[in-house]
């Protein structure tokens, strides 16, 4: 098996940008996907193929990738973007693996 | 509107057995492939299985191998996890999701899931 490995958090004034960073071996050959969980409720899909954003999630956020690393940037930061985002990507059996999550706070 | 809803869970003992459902609404189920995604209390999300779209390949994450069986019936729109042996770091919710491979775009919609509580 392979891991995702995620700062457990990142703190950022409203208005800043705040970047969430998910370092593995297979991301250099597997798409990397994004979720966002607000407490108390699922996970919402925020980025797919490293890259695209699905309809309905605002330009603010958005994804990059450079060899084992994978980015979430979220720019002008809002109050309501406070919450747990996590990595996620598939080996080529199919196995998933999520990253350990990173805890964004909104000072 | 998509909707997926778990059901199943509950309190169960250490060493027994549980099955989820998670009954899918709102698109065409035959055509999705699905998850099921755990949560313990307070930490982050692990992945549990998956299964093609009409149930002939299934995948299992090493923790739950040989106890765990995902299955499908595309008649009636749900997937099910069958839940044996069942260990206390197991608790959490379980959420089912819903993944379209061919255009590779991840989760994009889950269910609110149910809970699943194993203790003595």
């Known amino acids: 098996s392979y891991e995702l490995t995620q700062p457990p958090s990142v703190s950022v004034s409203p208005g800043q940008t705040a970047r969430i960073t998910c370092s593995g071996d297979?991301?250099?050959?597997?798409?990397a996907y994004w979720y966002q969980q607000q407490p108390g409720q699922a996970p919402v899909l925020l980025i797919f193929?490293?890259?695209q954003r699905p309809s309905g999630i605002p330009e603010r956020f958005s994804g990059s990738t450079s060899g084992t690393t994978v980015t979430l940037t979220i720019s002008g930061v809002q109050a309501e973007d406070e919450g747990d985002y996590y990595c996620?990507?598939?080996?080529?059996?199919?196995?998933?693996?999520f990253g350990g999550g990173t805890k964004l706070t909104v000072l | 509107e998509v909707q997926l809803l778990e059901s199943g869970g509950g309190l169960v003992q250490p060493g027994g057995s549980l099955r989820l459902s998670c009954a899918a609404s709102?698109?065409?189920?035959?055509?999705?492939?699905m998850h099921w995604v755990r949560q313990a209390p307070g930490k982050g999300l692990v992945w549990v299985s998956r299964?093609?779209?009409?149930?002939?390949?299934?995948t299992y994450a090493d923790s739950v191998k040989g106890r765990f069986t995902i299955s499908r019936d595309n008649a009636k729109n749900t997937v099910y996890l069958q839940m044996n042996s069942l260990r206390v770091e197991e608790t959490g919710i379980y959420y089912c999701?819903?993944?379209?491979?061919?255009?590779?775009?991840?989760?994009?919609?889950w269910g609110r899931g149910t809970l699943v509580t194993v203790s003595s």
């Open positions: 999701a819903r993944n379209d491979e061919t255009k590779k775009r991840g989760l994009d919609y």
């Open positions: 709102g698109f065409t189920f035959s055509d999705f492939l």
């Open positions: 299964i093609n779209t009409n149930g002939g390949s299934t």
């Open positions: 297979a991301l250099p050959k597997q798409y």
């Open positions: 193929k490293d890259i």
């Open positions: 996620q990507t598939a080996d080529s059996s199919a196995t998933w693996v």
